[in-house]
């Protein structure tokens, strides 16, 4: 029932959306909209653009969303999984930019694909820009049928940089890189000699994935899931950025305008929650001693007769 209904909203939408833009066939020029401070162009080539001021932030590139159907599996007794997809069945979808509107304070992209899965009905559905707080933009992708995974590519620029994703230990920036965000061991090492499993990690292993980076030019994107994330950042593209979740839920992202790192950091903590401050003696000295308990009470006893403030033993 959720499916029929959100494919019926969706084909109202749609049908709304193609009537407000009739008028205006015949005129190719790019229309730049307004939602909250940040403004959304859809370009003649079929990309769509999140800027605010003279700063382009973040441009949803032409080729469009691709959702997948597929069996999905997994390998890895010792925490080092492995994931397997078979009988995978993919849609391209395309961005209609002469169909944008700004509808109850969102701007409004329709999305259609010449095909369906199968032989279903051709696949459509609609990209929702919104301002969730000030100094961010939302990016809801909505599809008529149900997947199991949707892909949204972003335009690679020159400049662009990827900072985040967690705790990773191959590199800072991540451009060039493809791989998947899922906790896991970590490994006992990462020799890239030995076969990956079991005990050997891989470059990307992590205890601590995280669906977020942060451009160097001043603004991130943080993406709401807990499912498994697959990023192709400009590897087998150099001029396109991947971003997949393995999920049937709509994609869920959020642009952080910044226009500075402290600030995209600022908007990060204000969507995921802030920690609280440690005690004061956390931020003393820590001192380690082994040799069994008279020992280390004889070693506690040495440091407080010689003043040494120590806040943990």
């Known amino acids: 029932m959720r499916t029929l209904l959100l494919g019926t909203s969706l084909a109202f939408l749609t049908l709304s959306l193609i009537a407000c833009s009739g008028d205006d066939e015949g005129d190719l020029t790019p229309k730049t909209l307004e939602v909250g401070d940040a403004k959304v162009t859809p370009d003649r080539g079929g990309s769509v653009v999140v800027s605010v001021g003279d700063r382009d932030l973040l441009e949803l590139a032409s080729q469009g969303p691709i959702a997948r159907r597929f069996d999905w599996s997994y390998q890895g007794s010792t925490a080092l999984f492995t994931f397997?997809?078979?009988?995978?069945?993919?849609?391209?979808?395309?961005?209609?930019?002469?169909?944008?509107?700004?509808?109850?304070?969102?701007?409004?992209?329709?999305?259609?694909?010449?095909?369906?899965?199968?032989?279903?009905?051709?696949l459509f559905g609609t990209v929702h820009f919104s301002e969730e707080r000030l100094g961010t933009t939302r990016i809801r992708v909505e599809l008529s049928a149900g997947y199991d995974s949707l892909a949204l590519p972003i335009v690679c620029t020159p400049e662009a940089s990827f900072y985040g994703f967690g705790g990773q230990y191959n590199a800072i920036d991540q451009r060039g890189e493809a791989f998947d965000l899922f906790v896991r061991e970590q490994g006992i090492g990462r020799d890239p000699s030995k076969p990956y499993g079991f005990t050997n990690g891989g470059p990307h292993t992590t205890y601590f994935p995280m669906p977020y980076f942060v451009?160097?030019?001043?603004?991130?994107?943080y993406w709401r899931t807990d499912h498994r994330s697959l990023l192709d950042l400009?590897?087998?593209?150099?001029?396109?950025?991947?971003?997949?979740?393995?999920?049937?839920e709509p994609l869920d992202l959020l642009v952080l305008h910044g226009p500075t790192m402290p600030r995209v950091i600022e908007a990060l903590s204000e969507e995921v929650g802030r920690p609280t401050a440690p005690p004061s003696w956390a931020y003393d000295l820590w001192v380690g001693s082994q040799g069994g308990r008279d020992q280390v009470l004889a070693d506690v006893d040495a440091i407080e007769s010689a003043g040494i403030p120590a806040g943990a033993f």
Do not use: T
């Open 84 to 122: 397997n997809r078979d009988n995978e069945q993919a849609v391209q979808l395309e961005y209609d930019v002469g169909g944008v509107v700004a509808l109850g304070g969102e701007v409004l992209v329709p999305l259609r694909a010449s095909s369906g899965f199968g032989g279903e009905e051709a």
């Open 215 to 221: 451009d160097a030019r001043g603004f991130g994107v």
């Open 234 to 248: 400009c590897q087998s593209d150099p001029d396109v950025a991947w971003i997949e979740v393995e999920s049937g």
